[in-house]
């Protein structure tokens, strides 16, 4: 596939949908023949948006479906699984910060440690319960590995009466999506300073030989302090990991639209590697410049 071609109709698509206009996808396909596998594929995947956290407040860890664009994941069937309430093993649930149709971010209270901490919990169902589960778990041992203070922390992954959750750092902060065109975004050595944060904990993730994959502003924290954080490893995937850990098939879509790169929109996961995170940085420098 060209992407050449590719990109810019997809670009004027998502253009279109934007403005709130009704694509005829077929009509699309009727007038690019060469394109029409390519965009009923991409078409296919819009109706897979699954957000992770919507509406969440300006206080998170995991920034999932702010404003900048959602994240293409594989379909998930509504769940029955037991979202946690009150005590959860040794954690207290205080109060849930967002919730969507994948799972919930809570903010809850570490009873051992006495700390404030946030559980990502996802929802799992039917026959694709099992590699969601496995794609959950991979999250949390490739943020895991990660050490770096441009990085949230995660404290813990773990079961609690056979529903899983991560562990990880609250965050004081908000997404850097409501920053974007805002007058505290308007000095371009603020920029550049922030883009240089993004930058390292991205190189520190590289070396652990960790991808991101689904890198945009509303998956990066503006903490209090000023200091920018990258959060939700969910698309996360080791570098030229086996088979076992692999589980995003050739042709699947996964990442935000406006932030993926070439590869990516063409579903090609063999060739998803840095420069992958590096083009979505690219285009967070071009929306904040």
């Known amino acids: 596939m060209d992407s050449g071609r590719l ?3 997809l670009a004027e698509y998502l253009r279109r949908r934007e403005r709130g206009e009704a694509v005829d996808v077929e009509s699309l396909c009727q007038a690019h023949p060469e394109l029409a596998d390519a965009l009923r594929s991409y078409a296919a995947g819009e109706g897979l948006v699954e957000v992770l956290a919507g509406d969440l407040e300006p206080s998170m860890v995991d920034s999932g479906a702010a404003r900048n664009g959602e994240t293409l994941r594989p379909a998930a069937a509504q769940s029955t699984d037991r979202q946690p309430s009150g005590q959860f093993g040794k954690y207290k649930i205080i109060r849930t910060l967002g919730e969507g149709a994948m799972g919930a971010i809570y903010l809850a209270r570490d009873t051992n440690l006495d700390r404030d901490v946030a559980l990502k919990v996802p929802k799992f169902k039917g026959i694709e319960g099992p590699e969601f589960r496995q794609r959950f778990a991979r999250e949390a041992r490739a943020a895991a590995r990660l050490d770096h203070p441009g990085i949230c922390r995660v404290y813990d992954a773990d079961e609690v009466d056979g529903t899983p959750f991560i562990c990880m750092a609250y965050l004081d902060g908000q997404p850097l999506s409501r920053f974007v065109g805002t007058p505290e975004f308007q000095d371009q050595r603020r920029v550049a300073e922030v883009i240089c944060e993004i930058a390292s ?3 520190h993730a590289h070396e ?3 991808l991101h994959r689904d890198l945009k ?3 990066v924290m503006m903490l209090s302090n000023g ?3 990258v959060t939700d490893f ?3 995937r080791h570098i030229n990991a086996g088979e076992e850990s692999r589980l995003t098939h050739e042709g699947t879509i996964l990442g935000t639209p406006a932030y ?3 590869e990516q929109i063409e579903g090609h996961s063999e060739r998803i590697g840095p ?9 967070i420098l071009y929306e904040l410049c």
């Open 7 to 9: 990109n810019p109709v």
């Open 227 to 229: 200091a920018a954080c």
């Open 234 to 236: 969910g698309l996360a």
């Open 208 to 210: 652990q030989r960790v």
């Open 217 to 219: 502003p509303g998956n």
């Open 260 to 262: 993926m790169s070439p």
């Open 275 to 283: 420069a992958t995170d590096i083009y979505a940085l690219g285009v």
């Open 201 to 203: 904990a991205l190189a």
